[in-house]
């Protein structure tokens, strides 16, 4: 028998060099393992910090056509007509507030100034200052028709690139897993379900945005699992239930009486899953096993502005019950103020442990006033829902943050000059 040493050598050499390539490979394996634990472990414990903005779509280039059949001349022209305005809502004049405006050369009128420019470069630096995760887009995206698919000379591309691409494109900067979630408002609905459908095709397709469909559940991946969207097209659930005007007796109190709005006809159902949306929001918010779970949508269901409280009780009756069973918070627009509200769910005999958290935001383009005396018959009439903080008349956005067990909910208020101040914070 020969004794060959090289090979004997050689296949000790290729077996220590497997038991080093395995042993290396399992080190290897476990430190992954850890790092994912670790990642998982930070992102579970860190805070989730989402921007809360609405109805930004008020831009000078797609005015509403009033302006230019009767333009108003001067300031004292449009303060005049935003005068009587107020007076015809109800709200005292002692209050009144003029919004800032602007002169719109090829109108030849005063306009109300937009907030559009002045919110987004607000929020872009506070994300620079502040970790931002994800966004929230809370409808009325565009003012006053939505996209027209050329109907109005306007190219829709165009559009979208004025009010999305070039305000918000900056916005989460440096974060790859940042994303707008958006939802559809009334406005988004006034041309036709074409003009609808071309925006929700576009914010699927930009990289900044994120919408699938008009009605769907998403788990941001800065989230990391821990919290789940419930995104839903309020302005076609409102097409399926009956809707009353929304009319005030004079000392702010809900007025009683039997005059319904006609529902918006672009709006209405066409499909079996369009029809079942609110069904859809139940058992989607029954099943999630998220420890957050957020409602997004464009209507509120309590609001401070007076007009569209109507809306808000149609909507209440729909969507509330499961509101108060499953969700945590409820987010919304519609009303260009900024306010936010704790509803124990008393009345329906939620068995809740903390309040269902209510943000509305909707001054990211557009001034509107509160209604004071509207505002304490609310107070006096719906003790299960409390008032923490409304402000009119300005520009501004939210933040709502997710920290351990707890919600922040932060309002802040943005001068035409982008200097911000934060007015509102509350932790629930």
Not at 12 to 39: G, N, P, Q, Y
Request: aromatic fraction near 10%; charged fraction near 25%; include cysteine.
């Amino acid at each position: 028998m020969l004794f060959n040493g090289n090979k004997v050598g050689n296949k000790m050499t290729f077996f220590r060099a497997v038991l080093l390539f395995t042993a290396a490979f399992l080190v290897s394996c476990h430190a992954v393992i850890e790092s994912d634990a670790h990642r998982d472990q930070a992102v579970e414990n860190r805070s989730i910090e989402i921007l809360a903005f609405g109805d930004s779509g008020y831009h000078y280039d797609y005015l509403n056509k009033k302006y230019y059949r009767e333009p108003y001349t001067s300031v004292q022209a449009f303060s005049e007509y935003s005068r009587q305005d107020w007076r015809k809502k109800g709200k005292p004049l002692a209050e009144f507030t003029l919004p800032e405006v602007e002169f719109h050369a090829p109108s030849g009128s005063f306009v109300p100034k937009s907030g559009l420019d002045a919110v987004a470069r607000a929020m872009t630096k506070n994300c620079e200052q502040r970790r931002c995760d994800f966004a929230v887009m809370l409808g009325d995206n565009i003012y006053p028709d939505g996209a027209t698919l050329g109907a109005d000379g306007k190219d829709d591309e165009a559009r979208f690139r004025d009010m999305f691409s070039i305000p918000f494109g900056a916005l989460g900067k440096g974060s790859p897993d940042f994303k707008i979630y958006t939802t559809l408002g009334n406005h988004d609905w006034h041309t036709s379900r074409a003009g609808a459908m071309v925006q929700v095709a576009f914010m699927g397709r930009d990289n900044n945005f994120y919408m699938d469909g008009l009605f769907y559940s998403v788990k941001p991946p800065a989230a990391g699992g821990q919290l789940e969207l419930f995104v839903v097209d309020t302005e076609m659930i409102l097409t399926t239930t009956p809707v009353k005007r929304a009319l005030l007796n004079e000392d702010g109190s809900e007025k009683e009486h039997s005059e319904y709005k006609a529902p918006r006809a672009s709006a209405l159902p066409q499909t079996p899953e369009e029809e079942n949306m609110v069904a859809w929001l139940g058992k989607a918010l029954a099943e999630s096993t998220a420890k957050w779970k957020i409602v997004v949508g464009h209507h509120p269901i309590w609001s401070a502005g007076g007009g569209k409280f109507e809306q808000a009780r149609a909507l209440r009756r729909l969507i509330r019950p499961m509101l108060c069973e499953y969700a945590d918070a409820y987010l919304a627009g519609h009303e260009h103020t900024l306010e936010v509200y704790a509803d124990t769910c008393s009345d329906l005999g939620a068995a809740r442990e903390k309040d269902l958290v209510q943000v509305v935001s909707g001054a990211a383009g557009k001034q509107r006033g509160v209604h004071s005396p509207y505002m304490q018959q609310q107070d006096n009439h719906y003790p299960q829902r409390k008032m923490l903080h409304a402000i009119g008349m300005v520009w501004g956005f939210c933040r709502v943050s997710l920290e351990n067990d707890d919600i922040i909910v932060e309002s802040f208020v943005t001068e035409a000059d982008g200097r911000t101040e934060r007015v509102f914070r509350h932790r629930f």
